[in-house]
């Protein structure tokens, strides 16, 4: 296994990706409470990387993590979702944004499991199947958000996350990456 990406080199080439270093450019300005650009458009980044491919090589959206719990109401989500959309637009790339605050609202109808009710948009970060993924930037401070490291990332190891031990999902999941990237090995 390669050496593990440092955070200076996983933020430098999730920017490679043209739209992940627009969309870091503009969010602040959303205001959006506790704002992360997540999940796949920032790991797929590197794993197109460690694959030679280009950055943005079969990335099917971006996902916006904020948190507010002032509102819980899907008129409230989706009142952020158009007014992001509309200034987003001009990127022609299909945004995910998702107010982790009511996550466990819609979580167990559509995916028919728990899920609990989040205090923060990283805490919605921490929750994704496989825990090598759980990758988010603060788009305010340009943080990186790793809570497992880069090491799994790097190696391409895909382990079920023990805060959403949901076996068939995860498998789906780390097999339909697997047909992506070869090289990831499932845990």
């Given at each position: 296994?390669?050496?593990?990406?440092?955070?200076?080199?996983?933020?430098?080439?999730?920017?490679?990706?043209?739209r992940n270093a627009e969309l870091l450019?503009?969010?602040?300005?959303?205001?959006?409470?506790?704002?992360?650009?997540?999940?796949?458009?920032?790991?797929?980044?590197?794993?197109?990387?460690?694959?030679?491919?280009?950055?943005?090589?079969?990335?099917?959206?971006?996902?916006?993590?904020?948190?507010?719990?002032?509102?819980?109401?899907?008129?409230?989500?989706d009142a952020v979702i158009q007014h992001a959309s509309a200034k987003l637009a001009d990127l022609g790339a299909k945004i995910e944004l998702k107010n982790q605050a009511r996550v466990h609202l819609w979580?167990?109808?559509?995916f028919n499991a728990p899920y609990p009710q989040l205090h923060?948009?990283?805490?919605?970060?921490?929750?994704?199947?496989?825990?090598?993924?759980?990758?988010?930037?603060?788009?305010?401070?340009?943080?990186?958000?790793?809570?497992n490291g880069l090491e799994d990332l790097t190696g391409g190891i895909l382990r079920i996350n023990p805060l959403l031990p949901q076996p068939e999902m995860f498998l789906r999941k780390a097999q339909s990456y697997q047909e992506r990237w070869p090289w990831l090995t499932i845990a």
């Open positions: 296994m390669a050496r593990p990406l440092t955070t200076e080199e996983f933020l430098a080439i999730a920017k490679q990706n043209p450019k503009r969010l602040p300005a959303l205001g959006l409470n506790q704002c992360h650009l997540a999940a796949g458009c920032l790991f797929q980044a590197a794993w197109n990387h460690l694959s030679g491919q280009p950055v943005d090589w079969g990335v099917s959206d971006y996902d916006i993590f904020y948190f507010d719990d002032r509102d819980l109401s899907w008129e409230a989500e979580f167990p109808k559509r923060s948009a990283r805490d919605g970060i921490d929750r994704y199947l496989i825990p090598c993924t759980c990758v988010g930037i603060e788009v305010r401070s340009g943080e990186l958000y790793a809570p």
